[in-house]
């Protein structure tokens, strides 16, 4: 499950999971558009790690350390947007 | 997750999530600084740099079952949310034995698919079950 990470100064990210390296610049482009598809009902989510915040603690999760259990997972435009 | 850092994440759930929910949000609030998750979900504007309320059920198994994208104005429905995380709950634990009709919720009936069910639909469905 999530872990408890250290937190200096540098802003924390996090990204999918064994993503294929990108060549050129100008390749980026289409290879987002690739990407993009990926979501398929009835196939595997894309794994990711993400830095995060739960319950006064600072953490680090991995999706798929959830495996064996129902995941929501929500996007949302910001902090304190109104809906 | 958005592409808030998780110290924005600490202000906004200390600061009012905190007097919505007692104790404060309990589940991780995760940071896509960049929104390079979102992208990969398709859930990223890349000329607002936010993400779009996109909600995906995913399974013990890692496989998604549903999804639903809003654009930033109109918020979800939970319930509805968890009606459809019943429903997949229901069909994996029946290993696909039993389908949820359309207006299916808990106790609600279930249909059985199947060489009989064919054209006989109707004998087991009607149309204002499909409503509340």
Same mark, same amino acid.
């Given at each position: 499950m999530a872990e408890e990470s250290a937190v200096g100064c540098a802003r924390p990210t996090g990204g999918p999971v064994g993503e294929e390296p990108q060549e050129a610049a100008s390749e980026k482009k289409e290879t987002i558009q690739e990407v993009r =598809?990926?979501?398929?009902?009835?196939q595997k989510a894309p794994d990711f790690v993400a830095p995060g915040y739960q319950q006064g603690k600072f953490i680090n999760l991995k999706? =798929?350390?959830?495996?064996g259990k129902w995941v929501l997972l929500c996007f949302y435009p910001g902090d304190f947007t109104f809906v | 997750m958005s592409i808030d850092s998780m110290f924005v994440h600490k202000m906004w759930d200390d600061n009012e999530l905190s007097k919505m929910v007692e104790g404060g949000v309990p589940f991780p609030m995760l940071s896509d600084a960049g929104g390079k998750v979102g992208k990969v979900y398709g859930v990223y504007d890349e000329n607002a740099g936010v993400e779009a309320r996109g909600r995906f059920i995913i399974d013990p198994?890692?496989?998604?079952?549903g999804y639903e994208v809003l654009t930033p104005p109109v918020g979800r429905n939970v319930n509805e949310t968890f009606r459809q995380v019943q429903a997949f709950q229901l069909v994996r634990e029946t290993k696909g034995g039993e389908a949820t009709p359309s207006g299916w919720k808990p106790g609600k009936k279930t249909l059985k698919p199947g060489p009989d069910l064919v054209g006989n639909v109707w004998k087991e469905w009607t149309t204002d079950m499909a409503f509340d």
């Open positions: =598809s990926m979501i398929v009902v009835g999706l =798929s350390d959830y495996l | 198994d890692g496989v998604v079952q």
